[in-house]
């Protein structure tokens, strides 16, 4: 699928768009209001998260979750009746994902965002469409082999993660000592850090550590080990109180799910990694096929 990438901005006036009134924004909620008047969508993504959303070849997002919210664009088009959305790209960090999505400079965030009930007091999410959790990312030959193993030693975790509070919660709970915290930007930096022997270990989602691996090197003198940490369910986030919204974007979704195209969009990206789909996964997206 081509994605299109945000040109000179037109008025509303020279694409034909008329101005929303009161009544018409009240039909169509916020955030789709805006989206048809301005004619564009902001998009805020992932810059180093394989395979979900990250920098291609051609410096532009590319991956799963993109794939899939190229899709949630199509169907806005044809909701507010516009044949081609300009899209504004947005890199977003585990630190400021939420903010923007909160103060409502983002319509969609297209990354590996965990869904959760804290979270959900700032922004919505539309339906599950992964299912991960915290697991450790080492060199071989590390001598770390489950969480406890880091005593004594550095590990890397990016800043305002679930990740993030999953581990500094293990190592106080099972009362590990000396294990030094090392705060990152996000995965490049994290995994930089271990490649650089800055670190022991760097700890986020398993799949995105599988990710990290598959661009590296030397993939092969790197492994994940550990039992998971956590669950860690991923969900493309929303601007919060907007159902009329978040009903569009689930309403592709679940076609997704029905049709079995979702099956092929995983292929796509998961199949290079060696990742095959798990029936956890298989069977959130039969939950979330919901009918017309």
């Known amino acids: 699928m081509k994605i299109r990438h945000l040109g ?9 768009l ?15 209001s ?34 899939l919210c190229m899709q949630i664009v199509d169907e806005i088009e044809s909701e507010i009746g516009v044949d081609e959305l300009n899209i504004r790209w ?43 959790g915290t697991k450790l990312l080492t060199k071989k ?6 969480v406890e193993d880091l005593a004594g030693k550095p590990i890397a975790l990016a800043q305002g993660t679930t990740n993030e509070r999953v581990v500094k919660t293990a190592i106080e709970e099972l009362g590990i000592q000396d294990v030094n915290v090392v705060s990152v ?29 598959a661009k ?5 003198a790197y492994e994940v080990v550990g039992d998971f940490l956590s669950y860690d369910p991923y969900a493309i986030m929303l601007p919060q109180n907007d159902s009329k919204f978040r009903l569009v974007v689930n309403r592709r979704l679940a076609e997704l799910f ?8 995983y292929n796509e990206w998961f199949e290079p990694l060696g990742v095959p789909m798990s029936d956890l996964l298989r069977a959130n997206f039969r939950i979330h096929a919901l009918p017309k």
């Not at 000179?8 to 034909?16: D, S």
């Not at 650089?196 to 691996?213: E, Q």
């Not at 029905?258 to 969009?265: F, L, N």
């Open 34 to 67: 805006k989206i048809k008047e301005s004619g564009v969508i902001t998009i805020g993504h992932r810059e180093t998260s394989v395979p979900f959303s990250y920098i291609g070849d051609d410096q532009q997002p590319i991956g799963y979750t993109i794939d």
């Open 8 to 16: 000179t901005l037109l008025t509303a006036a020279a694409i034909g």
């Open 18 to 32: 008329s101005t929303i009134g009161t009544a018409g924004a009240q039909e169509v909620g916020p955030t789709l």
């Open 90 to 132: 947005v890199p977003v960090t585990p630190q400021t994902r939420i903010p923007l999505m909160a103060n409502g400079t983002l319509n969609l965030e297209c990354g590996s965002t965990t869904n959760n009930l804290t979270r959900q007091q700032q922004v919505d999410y539309a339906a599950i469409t992964y299912i991960t």
């Open 258 to 265: 029905r049709t079995g195209e979702i099956e092929k969009i």
């Open 216 to 220: 590296a090197r030397n993939p092969d």
């Open 141 to 146: 030959g590390s001598g770390i082999a489950t």
């Open 185 to 213: 930007r996000d995965h490049a930096e994290g995994f930089l850090a271990l490649q650089t022997d800055r670190v022991d270990a760097y700890s986020t989602d398993d799949i995105l550590l599988y990710g990290l691996i």
